[in-house]
């Protein structure tokens, strides 16, 4: 199940452009982190549209922090070099060739704020990142735009036929394999501690992307574990 997450969104406009987006789409989930704005204003009803469910059925959260997700794929216009491991992306047509794994995980798209987008921070805690291929001179996007392209991408593949039989990797046991790479890291040397953050923000990345089985996860979990007892 795939849900649609909009952080500290601004404007009754931009969630019922969002949700009727959504409703275009078949998606029926929307989140709302710390909302600055009454989701169920007149604006917001306007501009759904026939979306208005979508808008009555919104949960709202306080923080990013509660948002309770196996897999967080985040957006940002910003780009990041080599080294801004927190802003390497995958694009839109990219993430919806992951559209089988990620529907069968309790996943998120999480879409940050009007103007800032998400901090570093946030994007740190989701599993892989999402951007928008546009002008190099104007490349922000109004919220509902980019969850349209996003969403459209996810859509195009919900009719493929695929075999049954995959069980996602859950958000504890992701955790559980972070936590065995953070402790084989210890152990190694790095000439600066900065070194072994990168690593873990490398990996997290690496095993969000793979949109890892719970067989594959338990095999990783194993792997790492027996690592971790040689000498």
């Not at 001179?137 to 969850?147: D, Q, V």
Request: aromatic share 8%.
């Amino acid at each position: 199940m795939i849900s649609v997450v909009l952080v500290e969104p601004q404007t009754p406009g931009n969630i019922g452009s969002v949700a009727r987006v959504m409703k275009n789409f078949g998606f029926a989930n929307l989140v709302l982190v710390n909302p600055k704005c009454n989701h169920l204003a007149d604006e917001a009803r306007w501009m759904s549209k026939h979306a208005l469910p979508i808008l009555k059925r919104a949960v709202v959260v306080k923080r990013f922090g509660d948002l309770k997700f196996d897999t967080l794929v985040a957006t940002t216009a910003a780009l990041g070099r080599d080294y801004n491991v927190a802003r390497l992306p995958l694009t839109p047509e990219q993430l919806g060739s992951k559209f089988y794994e990620i529907k069968k995980a309790k996943s998120a798209i999480v879409f940050g704020r009007d103007y800032t987008g998400l901090r570093n921070s946030e994007l740190l805690k989701c599993d892989f990142v999402v951007s928008i291929p546009a002008s190099v001179k104007y490349g922000s996007m109004n919220i509902s735009h980019a969850a349209a392209i996003v969403l459209y991408e996810l859509s195009k593949k919900s009719e493929i036929k695929k075999i049954g039989g995959f069980v996602p990797a859950s958000e504890k046991e992701k955790e559980v394999i972070m936590q065995l790479i953070g402790g084989l890291l210890k152990r190694m040397p790095f000439n600066f501690d900065s070194k072994r953050e990168t690593q873990k923000k490398i990996w997290k990345r690496l095993i969000g992307k793979a949109m890892l089985g719970r067989r594959e996860a338990f095999a990783v979990i194993g792997f790492l574990k027996k690592a971790g007892r040689i000498k």
